[in-house]
């Protein structure tokens, strides 16, 4: 059974625009929320986080929303760069039940911008 | 610079020919975690450790082998490796807390014919 789904395996933006993307969740135990962009060749970079007590966090161009009554969350990236064309990561974190904190993550959104 | 390194890089292999990939991070982090990604299916976790000799099963363990006998090392190792272990391997590291921001390494594509 699938914690973390990101139901749109891609979308494209014109740069300038805004990106919005999506991601559901099905376990309500989970705490914190982060985003992770990944270019080809390399490892996954931490974006931006939101604890499950707040709504909306803001870094930059970067905003990711939270709807805990939804199990939804959603980042929103303005102006959108040609340099944010990447595959974008929601992972959930939480108490594993053993002691420790797991990510799990979704399957990813390849986001593309075009100039 | 804090990183996170894996090695090696590449790896091309044989079924059944045991190989390790190290792992070593220079952040003092007490969590280390090994995942895979495969088409389809994202990020899955394999094992991890929240401190020098203790480490647990993730979702996909099986064929798998870790230790963590120092904190900043946590390898990988597939003592008899099989096709289905072809994959992108990625090791990530972070403090133990419940915010869980880990740090990734550069990945390793493990191909086992």
């Known amino acids: 059974d699938q914690q973390v789904k990101q139901n749109s395996p891609s979308l494209s933006v014109q740069e300038g625009r805004i990106s919005i993307l999506n991601c559901d969740y099905t376990?309500?135990?989970?705490?914190?929320f982060l985003w992770y962009k990944k270019y080809p060749a390399e490892g996954p970079t931490f974006l931006i986080s939101?604890?499950?007590?707040?709504d909306k966090n803001e870094d930059g161009r970067f905003t990711v929303f939270l709807n805990k009554s939804a199990k939804h969350l959603s980042l929103h990236i303005v102006p959108s760069q040609p340099g944010d064309s990447a595959v974008y990561f929601c992972?959930?974190?939480?108490?594993?039940?053993?002691?420790?904190?797991?990510?799990?993550f979704g399957k990813g959104t390849k986001l593309s911008v075009i100039p | 610079e804090a990183q996170v390194t894996q090695n090696p890089r590449y790896l091309i292999t044989v079924t059944g020919k045991k190989l390790t990939v190290t792992c070593s991070q220079n952040?003092?982090?007490?969590?280390m975690s090994w995942y895979r990604q495969d088409p389809g299916l994202g990020l899955r976790q394999i094992y991890y450790?929240?401190?020098?000799?203790?480490?647990d099963k993730g979702d996909v363990p099986e064929g798998y082998k870790v230790s963590r006998k120092e904190k900043r090392n946590f390898p990988l190792i597939l003592e008899s490796p099989s096709p289905n272990q072809t994959s992108l391997y990625f090791c990530?590291?972070?403090?133990?807390?419940?915010?869980?921001?880990?740090?990734f390494g550069p990945g390793t594509r493990l191909t086992v014919l």
């Open positions: 990530a590291s972070s403090f133990y807390r419940d915010s869980n921001e880990q740090f």
């Open positions: 376990n309500s135990m989970f705490d914190y």
């Open positions: 939101i604890s499950s007590i707040k």
């Open positions: 992972a959930a974190s939480g108490n594993s039940g053993a002691g420790s904190y797991q990510l799990t």
């Open positions: 952040m003092n982090h007490e969590y």
């Open positions: 450790s929240m401190n020098v000799e203790v480490t």
